[in-house]
């Protein structure tokens, strides 16, 4: 389980929220500019908050009555970005894989796994230059999978893509997280994707949490 109780001033507004998520998909829905991506880059350890204290499971990741804030790097937490974020002089294979350092078994049986659900079997030997956005997102997912996080955050993953290729991917985001059996936290804007998605949705306003439920 992860919770999260945090603050943090912000220029227009002081973001207070608290929560907890377990294995299922969490939507953090709300309009631009309400303290969504603060909060996943909270989580991920990219930004401080002012004071609070975040925990997955039984390992402390900040808090600031006991100064304990643990790097990124440490926190085993998977980030999908909207904008990819691929490294373009690699291919697919060397992208998704460039976490991995000693590829056991159960990570070979991973890769390929993720190649299958993911339907890109066919593009490791490309470079992220010559994919559709749908295809390089998939490949985002695949290469923060192949970490084998505890949880995945996902910033508006899906919001650039055309409708068709949205819809796919959605449904594929809830079978890997069925497959993966970890957490998800998602932020979108689209109330028809937070639905989809959402076994439990967060509504946001100016850094405050103003409904919750399904």
């Known amino acids: 389980m992860l919770t999260v109780a945090i603050r943090k001033n912000l220029p227009e ?19 631009s500019g309400c303290g969504k991506t603060t909060i ?6 990219l930004t401080r908050p002012d004071s609070g204290k975040i925990a ?3 390992r402390v990741l ?27 002089h690699m291919n697919i294979a060397k992208n998704i894989l ?18 299958q659900l993911l339907k890109i079997e066919k593009l490791t ?23 084998e996080p505890q949880i995945l955050l996902l910033d ?23 497959a993966w059996e970890i957490p998800f936290i998602l932020v979108t804007h689209d109330p028809e994707e937070a639905h989809k998605l959402g076994d439990e949705i967060i509504h946001m306003d100016k850094g405050r949490i103003c409904a919750a439920g399904n």
């Open 13 to 31: 507004y002081i973001l207070d929220i608290e929560f907890a998520v377990t294995n299922k998909v969490l939507v953090l829905f709300g309009p």
């Open 56 to 58: 997955l499971g039984q």
């Open 98 to 115: 460039y976490s991995v350092n000693n590829q056991s078994e159960p990570q070979q049986q991973n890769y390929s796994k993720l190649l």
């Open 40 to 45: 996943l880059r909270s989580i991920a350890g």
């Open 125 to 147: 030997e490309r470079l992220p230059g010559e994919l559709s956005g749908g295809e390089r997102q998939r490949v985002a997912l695949a290469r923060a999978l192949m970490a």
């Open 62 to 88: 900040y808090d600031s009555n006991a100064a304990v804030f643990m790097p990124p790097k440490s926190r085993e937490i998977g980030y999908v970005f909207q904008e990819y974020a691929l490294f373009p």
């Open 156 to 178: 508006e993953p899906l919001s650039a893509l055309d409708i068709q290729t949205r819809s796919e991917l959605q449904d594929e985001l809830l079978k890997l997280q069925q």
